[in-house]
């Protein structure tokens, strides 16, 4: 009789057989085609807790020990003030994962939200990409891996556009300025949060969301609290609705820019307008 596997042996199988269309095929398509992972790197995998992160985690895993390319993994928890009941849940579902998390504090919370007591959110992300290519550098790493996914990208996209008034993506692989030597990239570019969730739900797991003290108190529970992310996400399920490929039309978009067809566009900080090649080009 076939011996029963242990939970965390569970997970890891639904990853690649039950959600090997929309997890695994998605996240090595990505790795490979933004050549993500190369031979020695030594990788932090910054874990926050939520799915995305944890997701990623196990990714990583899997893929380290199929993998040819031959590269090492850091599992980085930064504390930033969570409260008991988050940092307990965080520190469960590394164990329950079979995730070898370190974990570092710090008081991005507090100081977040001291600075830019209105809207810290911004700040707080900053501070805490700072730390983990601190931290991550101090451990000989020379990446970090961030849980954003396809639906991050899509929803900051259409973001820039709606609110922002640009036309600007979310890159899967970017060198560091203040970090000498150090990426960051993103291995769920290509991987939905829908399906994220479908593997969550199956397999019973609960992961912390935000939990930043600043967020709650905004929210208050309050579900009509405005948000453009939730906007934009709510205008996504509406239009998906209408025409089931919109999610990998507008991801597709930003792979097909056709910058002859902009009147105005920015590289490298610098803008440039269609007047430039105006008197070159013909309909």
Same mark, same amino acid.
């Given at each position: 009789m076939p011996k029963e596997l242990e939970k965390f042996q569970q997970i890891e199988r639904s990853i690649i057989t039950t959600y090997r269309k929309t997890l695994w095929s998605p996240f090595v398509l990505a790795v490979k085609k933004y050549r993500l992972i190369e031979s020695g790197d030594k990788i932090a995998v910054c874990i926050s807790g939520g799915k995305d992160s944890m997701l990623l985690a196990k990714l990583m895993q899997e893929l380290q020990r199929h993998s040819e390319v031959p590269f090492e993994l850091v599992f980085?928890?930064?504390?930033?003030?969570? &409260?008991? /009941? &988050?940092?307990?849940?965080? /520190? /469960?579902?590394?164990?329950?994962?079979?995730?070898?998390?370190?974990?570092? /504090?710090?008081?991005?919370?507090?100081?977040?939200?001291?600075?830019?007591?209105?809207?810290?959110?911004?700040?707080?992300?900053?501070?805490?990409?700072?730390?983990?290519?601190?931290?991550?550098?101090e451990l000989g790493c020379n990446k970090i891996a961030l849980g954003h996914h396809k639906s991050d990208v899509i929803e900051t996209t259409v973001m820039g556009m709606l609110y922002g008034g640009q036309l600007q993506g979310m890159l899967p692989r970017i060198k560091s300025t203040n970090f000498e030597g150090m990426e960051l990239i993103r291995p769920l570019f290509c991987v939905l949060e829908s399906d994220i969730l479908r593997w969550k739900e199956y397999n019973g797991l609960e992961f912390i969301a935000c939990a930043c003290k600043f967020t709650r108190r905004i929210t208050g529970g309050d579900d009509d609290t405005f948000s453009a992310r939730k906007r934009v996400k709510s205008l996504i399920a509406e239009l998906k609705r209408e025409n089931p490929n919109i999610e990998n039309n507008i991801f597709q978009s930003i792979h097909n820019v056709q910058l002859d067809t902009l009147a105005e566009y920015k590289q490298a900080g610098k803008k440039h307008s269609f007047l430039e090649k105006f008197d070159t080009v013909e309909e």
């Open positions: 980085l928890v930064m504390d930033p003030g969570y &409260n008991t /009941e &988050n940092r307990k849940k965080i /520190e /469960e579902n590394a164990e329950l994962l079979r995730v070898p998390i370190t974990v570092f /504090e710090s008081d991005i919370f507090v100081a977040a939200e001291t600075v830019s007591a209105e809207s810290p959110c911004y700040l707080c992300a900053r501070m805490r990409r700072g730390h983990l290519y601190a931290k991550a550098k």
